[in-house]
């Protein structure tokens, strides 16, 4: 412990995504002192919005795939200020999860439920389509149900979720905004590099490196929205690369002056493309081999078409395209990067065009050095962005967002799931029981087990 510390509060929140500012606004909103340690310079995490190509304005989502949706009551909770776009019409297709995914969402703001009172898990046969696509993307293995499939199958499907007007910035701005508002102080572009534990009540002390110099601030609480894997390096344990998780999505975002008509014929849900039960197997052995997949599975989908918004300043029939991949493990790009990641764009860009009728290059805007508006990233690219470990979008493979049998609940973090181990360290982020893409949730977790400790 170091003598006297920059600053002390009751809670620290390592981490500005989601979850960590949920948990900071509930907090500061009961009253407690909170500060947010974030190494960006921008709050949100993944969820952010960029401009990637030079001279457009077209601005694209950083976080791979449909956003999920906060729970009426936790937005009310948040005093959350969005403006959405409802989804399509069209009802959902039924999926073997729809009826444990109801039993689960009604949950999902209480203490963690017991499996004995929900419905059980479907069998383990093979999914295919969406399914199968939603299931890969929380886990490396076979396309099965699974705790990624059954976080997708919430509220709807990711199909049915309505979407932010602004895409992942505003969702980043009225998170920010609703913290702020509560009275929780943001630190950003202080990157952590330590957590140190206080015995008995003592505060614990975290270092933040600022471009100003080294800080070190005392809390009572420390709630971590990063990857468990690099909490524990932070509590000063020894890096296990064996217990590394591995990521395995590959995202490709486009820009095109006009849509493919079979995506614009879907208005915006996800177009499938491989996903059929022998593609994914075959994904899946070339994977396995050390191959990159031949024939990618994926889906495509037009967040522009829903929210015009970001194309705002495009020319008229301008759009953005937004490809995530499936069974590209992040080991697969260890050997070159940047070729791999070029190769593994070339096989979906051939996959898309079989699967389109038309060529997607062909549809390609250009940015102000006449370069096509394409940008892939690779699980090690999303590694470097987001301090993801092995570019896995959800921290390590999910688990079942319910307490299994004969769990010990007869603690505050035990009980609503944030449990790390460490004495007043708590999971609020992906690596919680019910992280994963449950907007907000895990952060309120961790916020609900502070405030019914001692």
């Known amino acids: 412990m170091t003598d006297s510390p920059t600053a002390s509060y009751d809670v620290a929140v390592v981490g500005a995504g989601h979850h960590g500012l949920t948990a900071a606004t509930l907090l500061a909103q009961a009253g407690l002192s909170v500060v947010v340690l974030d190494r ?39 005093d959350l200020r969005l403006d959405v776009v409802a989804p399509p019409a069209d009802p959902p297709t039924p999926t073997p999860l729809d009826a444990l995914a109801a039993a689960v969402e009604a949950t999902l703001l209480d203490p963690l439920p017991s499996t004995r009172s929900l419905p059980p898990v479907p069998g383990t046969e093979p999914l295919s389509g969406l399914a199968a696509l939603d299931a890969l993307a929380g886990s490396p293995g076979p396309a099965v149900a699974n705790p990624s499939a059954l976080r997708a199958a919430l509220a709807g499907g990711a199909d049915r979720w309505p979407q932010v007007v602004g895409g992942g910035a505003a969702v980043a701005d009225a998170l920010a905004a609703a913290a702020t508002r509560a009275g929780a102080e943001l ?39 990063l990857a468990p ?28 002056d006009r849509l493919p008509r079979r995506v614009l014929e879907l208005q915006g849900a996800r177009l499938v493309v491989a996903a059929d039960a022998a593609s994914l197997a075959a994904a899946y052995d070339d994977a396995r081999s050390g191959r990159l997949p031949r024939r990618p599975p994926g889906a495509l989908h037009s967040p522009s078409l829903r929210d015009p918004s970001l194309v705002a300043g495009e020319p008229d029939g301008t759009h953005t395209l937004t490809w995530v991949g499936v069974h590209h493990p992040v080991h697969l790009f260890d050997p070159d990067p940047r070729e791999r990641r070029e190769e593994a764009l070339r096989h ?23 370069h096509p508006c394409a940008e892939a990233r690779s699980p090690l690219d999303l590694e470097a962005e987001f301090a993801a470990p092995g570019g896995h979008p959800f921290h390590g493979d999910l688990d079942w967002p319910w307490a299994p049998p004969r769990a010990r609940l007869d603690t505050p973090e035990l009980a609503w799931g944030v449990a790390t181990g460490h004495p007043r360290v708590l999971l609020a982020g992906s690596g919680a029981r019910r992280g994963g893409t449950l907007s907000g949730v895990a952060g309120r977790d961790a916020a609900q087990a502070v405030l019914a400790s001692p």
């Open 229 to 256: 894997w690099i909490l524990h390096i932070l509590l000063g344990e020894p890096e296990d690369a064996e217990s590394k998780p591995q990521g395995s999505r590959f995202v490709v975002d486009l820009l095109v």
């Open 187 to 225: 630190r950003l572009g202080g990157g952590v590099s330590a957590v140190r534990t206080g015995a008995d009540e003592a505060p614990h002390e975290v270092d933040a490196d600022f471009a100003s110099g080294r800080e070190t601030i005392g809390a009572r609480w420390v709630l971590a929205d």
């Open 40 to 78: 960006l310079d921008r709050p949100g995490g993944a969820a952010a919005t960029t401009q990637p190509w030079s001279g457009r304005s077209a601005r694209v989502s950083r976080w791979p795939g449909p956003v999920p949706p906060f729970p009426q009551r936790l937005a009310e909770e948040l």
């Open 348 to 370: 979906v860009l051939a996959v898309l065009d079989d699967t389109l009728g038309e060529s997607v290059e062909g549809l390609l805007a250009r940015d102000a050095a006449g």
